[in-house]
C-alpha cells in the first residue's frame, strides 16, 4: 500500500529558509498528483496554502512556494516567522478520486 | 461568509452507528464537490471521502469502504456521512471540507468529534 512521507519534524531560524517534502513510499510524485499543502496548529482547523503544485491559495503570502523537487513535491519557506509554527501536510490525488495526506511535518521555529 | 458546520458526534460504542452531518452556506453548494477528513487524537489528517456535485462520483478511503457511506441532498445545502460497524481506531475529528479542482480543499469546517471507546 502506497505511503506519503513526510518528515516528522524540521527546525528553522526566524528569517532562515526551510524546504518540507513529500514523497512516495513506491515511485515519484509529479504535477499529475496535483499536490497540496496545508497548515494546521493545534486545535485549528486546518488552512490551505498551496495547490496544484505551486499556486497559492487565496492570502498566503509570497514567502511559501510550492515546487517538484526531484522525485517529491516540495513547500519552501523563505524568512520563516514565528507564526509559521505549525504542522505541515501535504496531499496527493494517487488517480480514481482517491487522495492521500501524508504524515505532516511538525515545523518548529526558533 | 462561506461556511461549513459539521454535527452529529458523539460517543458511541464499537459496532455501533452514527451519522455527521455537514451544512452549507455562503456559497452554491450544488456546485461544489465535498470531501470528509478525520484526524484521530494527536495524529494527522487522513481523507475519509469524497462526493462529486451529483453524487454520481464517491470515493472512499480504504480504511471505511464498506462501511462508511456518503451522501448530499444539494436542497438542503447538506451532506451527510452514515457509520456503521464502528471501531475505535475511527475516534477522531471529523472534518468536511469543499473540493475543488484539481483534487484540493479549500474551505474547511471546525469538524465534529466521534469517539469509540476501546
Known amino acids: 500500500q502506497t505511503v506519503v512521507t513526510q518528515e516528522p519534524s524540521f527546525s528553522v531560524s526566524p528569517g532562515g529558509t526551510v524546504t518540507l517534502t513529500c514523497g512516495l513510499s513506491s515511485g515519484s510524485v509529479s504535477t499529475s498528483h496535483y499536490p497540496s499543502w496545508y497548515q494546521q496548529t493545534p486545535g485549528q482547523t486546518p488552512r490551505t496554502l498551496m495547490y496544484?503544485?505551486?499556486i497559492r491559495s487565496s492570502g498566503v503570502p509570497d514567502r511559501f512556494s510550492g515546487s517538484i523537487l526531484g522525485n517529491k513535491a516540495a513547500l519552501t519557506i523563505t524568512g520563516a516567522q514565528a507564526d509559521d509554527e505549525s504542522d505541515y501536510y501535504c496531499m496527493l490525488h494517487m488517480g480514481s478520486g482517491i487522495r492521500l495526506f501524508g504524515g505532516g511535518t511538525k515545523l518548529t521555529v526558533l | 461568509e462561506v461556511q461549513l458546520v459539521e454535527s452529529g458526534g458523539g460517543l458511541v460504542q464499537p459496532g455501533g452507528s452514527l451519522r455527521l452531518a455537514c451544512a452549507a452556506s455562503?456559497?452554491?453548494?450544488?456546485?461544489?464537490?465535498i470531501n470528509w477528513v478525520r484526524q484521530a487524537p494527536g495524529k494527522g489528517l487522513e481523507w475519509v471521502s469524497y462526493i462529486s456535485v451529483s453524487a454520481n462520483n464517491i470515493n472512499y478511503a480504504d480504511s471505511v469502504k464498506g462501511r462508511f457511506t456518503i451522501s448530499r441532498d444539494n436542497a438542503r445545502n447538506s451532506l451527510d456521512l452514515q457509520m456503521n460497524s464502528l471501531r475505535d481506531e475511527d475516534t477522531a475529528v471529523y472534518y468536511c471540507a469543499r473540493d475543488r479542482s484539481p483534487y484540493y480543499m479549500d474551505v474547511w469546517g471546525k469538524g465534529t468529534t466521534v469517539t469509540v471507546p476501546s
Open positions: 455562503g456559497f452554491t453548494f450544488s456546485s461544489y464537490g
Open positions: 496544484s503544485t505551486n
